[in-house]
């Protein structure tokens, strides 16, 4: 299973939740964003993402490549602390993945019985987290508190690779640079901390988190702007920009995010239910990988879109 596809598969529920940042209605003009979840209610979450893919090894022909992956969660609040501290179970319900480079591909959907027992090391490994769920603590401000779970999902990927040699260097790929400590970061990067006071038509707020996975270090910056207060929702955009830490220079393989790469989309939540929203994000990441004397150029392009909606109870 490819380092792209793992962060994909193990990163769903943390989308899941920059979508799912809420609000309450301060004033006619203002808006106090906070989430407001409440025990017992549950939510549908769909994540979508198309990738365009180019590699340039030095020295090498160019590889072009198409990644579409899609991935359907159920979120559930198991409950809320006095203090708005929310514990949600988020579970795998349904993965595809459609790929193609270099006249190979891969059509595979979890859902479809003529495509769900497609062999393939990528397929396995988001196979493997079909019913497999994450229980996530979220403070109000959609601030990530902690992760459960998440040993018993990356038990379950290695579980879909057979014993040896591959399986082994799978383990210690997750372990150096996707373990449970590196993937709550992760996810309190993809998150949307909310701002502390109430904002309303053209007030912005800006996060700023460094992510350290041991391969790639990425420092990010994300501008928030409220664009429109509506009766039943709010509309914001988002820019982000990425760029690189300090890696260990004692790394085999280096990564490097250089720093035109950017993100750009829009957020749109709703009022009347606030745990149901809609995002579009599309983004730029330019990376320089090396190991040893071989250096390979990637660009992805891509754009990734979320939708939650409540569910009947």
């Not at 409440?38 to 549908?44: A, L």
């Not at 006095?82 to 795998?92: C, H, K, N, P, Q």
Request: neutral net charge; hydrophobic residues 40%; charged residues 25%.
């Amino acid at each position: 299973m490819s380092r792209r596809l793992i962060a994909f598969a193990l990163a769903g529920a943390a989308v899941a939740l920059f979508g799912a940042s809420c609000l309450w209605a301060a004033d006619a003009n203002k808006v106090l964003l906070r989430t407001a979840y409440k025990t017992g209610n549950r939510y549908s979450a769909r994540m979508v993402q198309h990738n365009d893919i180019t590699q340039r090894p030095e020295g090498a022909p160019v590889v072009e490549a198409t990644q579409d992956t899609s991935m359907d969660l159920a979120m559930e609040v198991m409950s809320v602390a006095a203090d708005g501290t929310a514990e949600l179970r988020i579970s795998y319900e349904r993965v595809t993945l459609k790929a193609a480079s270099q006249g190979n591909a891969i059509d595979y959907d979890s859902a479809d019985p003529a495509k769900k027992d497609v062999q393939a090391p990528a397929v396995n490994g988001l196979r493997a987290l079909l019913g497999k769920s994450l229980t996530v603590s979220i403070s109000p401000r959609g601030e990530i508190k902690g992760v459960k779970g998440y040993d018993k999902i990356v038990e379950a990927i290695l579980d879909q690779i057979p014993a040896g040699a591959e399986r082994e260097a799978t383990r210690k790929q997750i372990e150096s640079t996707m373990d449970e400590k590196h993937f709550t970061q992760m996810m309190q990067g993809t998150g949307m901390l909310l701002p502390e006071q109430s904002v309303g038509v053209g007030d912005t707020w800006v996060r700023e988190q460094k992510i350290e996975t041991g391969i790639i270090n990425i420092d990010s910056r994300m501008d928030y702007k409220v664009e429109k207060v509506n009766p039943d929702s709010i509309e914001l955009s988002v820019q982000g920009k990425l760029s690189s830490l300090p890696s260990d220079p004692a790394a085999e393989l280096k990564v490097t995010v250089e720093p035109d790469s950017v993100q750009a989309g829009t957020v749109r939540v709703s009022r009347l239910d606030p745990a149901v929203s809609t995002s579009e994000i599309t983004q730029t990441l330019n990376i320089t990988m090396s190991a040893g004397l071989r250096v390979v150029r990637q660009a992805v392009v891509g754009k990734v879109t979320m939708t939650i909606a409540r569910q009947p109870k």
